[in-house]
């Protein structure tokens, strides 16, 4: 996680170290790069080495993934200002005026928030690490969406008549990913079952 974000901040940092005058449709493919690669970062997030011992444990996996973004996020939040201060200064000041960088920001929760539904889901079945299997799956996601015919796809030029309305798509898929965690972090009854089978004794003595 720590060098994927190190490595989006860098990216952010081209147009200020290169000092480049482009305009804000090249800022915001910068940003929303750097967006893609901090929500692949997150994607080590629900990785636990422990997950066959962890599984059966009295704490509620929805407590475990809960606990772990709460602790992340108000690093992530830091990481998330420092880019757009980054571009903020590495941009002329028309540029500065003009920047969506509110909009931006609901792609970069959105895509986050993607990454780690898929990482909940992901972490329900698989035995390995939900990393190696998530990358790929958001990558793959984002290229689809790319791929859409411009008259659905969310991902939009800056400036172009769809902006607003490709927003309120972002918006909507925040809500399902967001929703999506949620469900998918709750135990399986299996697990449940497990859980009982583990604290009875206890409660028994």
């Not at 992530?76 to 880019?83: M, R």
């Not at 689809?144 to 939009?156: D, E, G, N, Y």
Request: aromatic share 6%; proline share 6%; hydrophobic share 50%.
């Amino acid at each position: 996680m720590t060098a994927s974000g190190t490595a989006a901040l860098l990216l952010a940092s081209i147009p200020a170290i290169a000092a480049a005058n482009i305009g804000p449709a090249h800022h915001v493919q910068l940003l929303r790069a750097t967006a893609l690669a901090g929500a692949l970062g997150a994607a080590f997030l629900l990785d636990d080495p422990a997950r066959a011992t962890t599984s059966v444990t009295p704490t509620p996996r929805l407590l475990r993934h809960g606990a772990r973004v709460l602790l992340i996020a108000p690093l992530a939040a830091a990481w998330w200002a420092a880019v757009l201060a980054i571009t903020w200064y590495g941009a002329d000041k028309e540029t500065r005026e003009s920047l969506p960088f509110f909009s931006i920001s609901l792609e970069m929760a959105t895509l986050i928030a993607l990454t780690l539904s898929i990482g909940a889901a992901v972490s329900r079945r698989a035995t390995t690490p939900t990393s190696s299997l998530v990358i790929p799956a958001v990558i793959t996601l984002v290229c689809i969406m790319i791929a859409f015919p411009r008259s659905i796809t969310p991902i939009v030029e800056y400036g172009t008549a769809r902006w607003g309305d490709a927003h309120r798509i972002w918006g909507l898929l925040l809500f399902i990913s967001m929703a999506t965690f949620i469900a998918c972090s709750h135990e399986s009854s299996r697990n449940n079952a497990s859980r009982r089978q583990k604290t009875r004794p206890s409660l028994l003595q």
